[in-house]
């Protein structure tokens, strides 16, 4: 270990220290400090002669916290990070905190307790993030605990008054203990006083005074002010006091409870609010992707591939709105790392996933999507051609859309037939096909399915088609009525339908 950096009770070997994070750093931002580090000590730069051993120690640091189980176990060998642990109020030669997040020593720092929600069904698993923080990283935590929060905090019988109680502590800037605070702020008091920074241990012993509940404590205050200066006709270069309520993490975090209440208001009117539910929608899925939340695919076809770059092998190909599961986020959180609904591990642009499961967005996609109501005797879909025709002849009783099937079960055409309607279609190879419909309300074109009531039956084997092999002579097809007599056309799996 270098000799510039000291172990600490949360970061017991340095290894943050010799990045210059905090423990608290994301996967994204330990990457990015090893490439700022590394340009620095390679020892083809770094002129120290021990530029070799500083460069080594500096890649066995990286090696263990970029890897999330190495990095756990790491962390595990220290002890959580709390005022209590890292303040010596006699020390006569106090060091600075520094943000438990980027590492930076932070003029105006605050031990604050962030909360998040992990749902499974059965149960929900309450966690906290807390640690001392500069101002910009604790917006940044409190928008992250709060988008994993919102996307998996509900879905369970407890899930939603967890969710609630963690969403509010966090808009409100999380809970800042008053003891801790107190200590905290006047440590960086004494440590900035030591550094004849007067202005700044002024400002702090000030900004103690709202933690300050009793004489002794209105004392420890009064004895820093009065070392920094504090009399009576002093110039005074005042501090901006940079935790005011209101910033860019207050409104961030209040905008999806917003687009809720306004979605609870206009339930009887969701259509007219569609716009409005999908703008709060990408505000959440542009957030950087977490290891363990499920996304899901936001493009027609997404390549999976071995390595994070656009020049490595593809290995899986994934359907729009295909679920996954996040394992890590690398490159500054552009690629990540994925686990398919096959088991395959790979990687794809950050980018291109958007927040949550797949099912709601897709079903919100199918119905925008729907087009025009289809009409009587309409070819929804065609994958081959032909010089025969079939004369169809509706007996269901209901609109349906009819597939024929290869005796492989591929589907070769697929058209619309109105409730006792009669229509011809051409194009129809030579050839044996079944016949199978579906039926519902509210038929979408772009996704071909039937968006509520889906139901599919198959006809009856003695209808089997064999198209006539006489050119532009026209086979005769009959669906006959639903139900369980013989003749009649009888309930198919809607998987089966739609297999294609």
């Known amino acids: ?187 960086q008091a004494r440590a900035f006083l030591r550094m004849e920074e007067r202005d700044i241990a002024r400002a702090l012993a000030t900004q103690a005074q709202a933690f300050a509940t009793n004489d002794s404590e209105r004392r420890r205050i009064a004895e820093i002010s009065q070392a920094a200066g504090d009399t009576a006709g002093t110039p005074r270069r005042r501090l901006k006091n940079r935790w005011s309520r209101w910033r860019y993490a207050t409104i961030a975090q209040a905008l999806p409870l917003a687009g809720l209440l306004i979605a609870l208001l206009a339930s009887g009117t969701a259509l007219v609010f569609r716009s409005q539910t999908d703008s709060v929608t990408a505000m959440i899925s542009i957030q950087p992707a977490l290891a363990g939340e499920l996304r899901h695919v936001a493009v027609d076809v997404l390549k999976v591939r071995q390595g994070p770059s656009g020049n490595d092998p593809v290995i899986a190909l994934l359907d729009r709105f295909s679920t996954v599961q996040v394992m890590d986020s690398v490159e500054d959180g552009e690629w990540a790392r994925i686990l398919t609904p096959s088991g395959v591990t790979g990687y794809v642009p950050s980018r291109l996933l958007f927040g949550g499961a797949g099912e709601i967005s897709k079903s919100r996609w199918c119905y925008e999507q729907r087009g025009e109501i289809p009409r009587n005797g309409d070819i929804l879909q065609r994958r081959t051609g032909g010089e025969h025709g079939l004369t169809v002849a509706n007996r269901t009783g209901r609109d349906i859309v009819v597939r024929l099937k290869t005796q492989g079960n591929r589907t070769l055409l697929t058209f619309f037939m109105a409730r006792g309607g009669q229509a011809t279609v051409d194009g129809i190879p030579d050839g044996t096909f079944r016949a199978v419909f579906a039926t519902g309300e509210t038929y979408s074109r772009a996704c071909g399915v039937f968006l509520d009531n889906m139901q599919a039956f198959i006809v009856p084997t003695a209808q089997i088609l064999q198209t006539s092999t006489v050119t532009g002579r026209p086979g005769d097809l009959i669906l006959p009525p639903i139900g369980n007599g013989p003749g009649q056309s009888k309930p198919l799996p809607v998987e089966s339908f739609l297999d294609n």
């Not at 109020?89 to 060091?95: A, F, I, M």
């Not at 998040?116 to 001392?132: A, D, E, W």
């Not at 604790?138 to 994993?148: C, E, F, G, W």
């Open 1 to 187: 270990m270098r000799d510039d950096v000291l172990p600490s009770l949360s970061d017991p070997l340095g290894y943050y220290a010799l990045l210059q994070i905090g423990p608290l750093a994301d996967t994204a931002e330990i990457h990015a400090a090893y490439r700022q580090m590394a340009k620095r000590l390679h020892p083809d730069v770094n002129l120290s002669e021990h530029a070799e051993e500083e460069f080594i120690e500096l890649n066995r640091a990286f090696r263990v916290l970029k890897d999330s189980r190495s990095r756990a176990r790491y962390d595990a060998t220290g002890r959580a990070m709390g005022p209590a642990a890292l303040i010596r109020p006699h020390d006569p030669n106090p060091s600075p905190l520094c943000c438990a997040r980027c590492g930076k020593i932070t003029a105006q720092p605050r031990y604050i307790v962030f909360h998040q929600v992990k749902s499974f069904l059965v149960g929900s698993h309450q966690s906290t993030v807390m640690g001392i923080f500069c101002r910009d990283c604790a917006d940044r935590t409190a928008i992250r605990a709060s988008t994993l929060t919102w996307l998996l905090g509900w879905w369970s019988l407890s899930g939603p008054w967890h969710t609630l109680k963690a969403l509010l502590t966090n808009l409100k800037g999380g809970e800042m203990p008053r003891v801790g605070n107190l200590w905290v702020l006047l440590h």
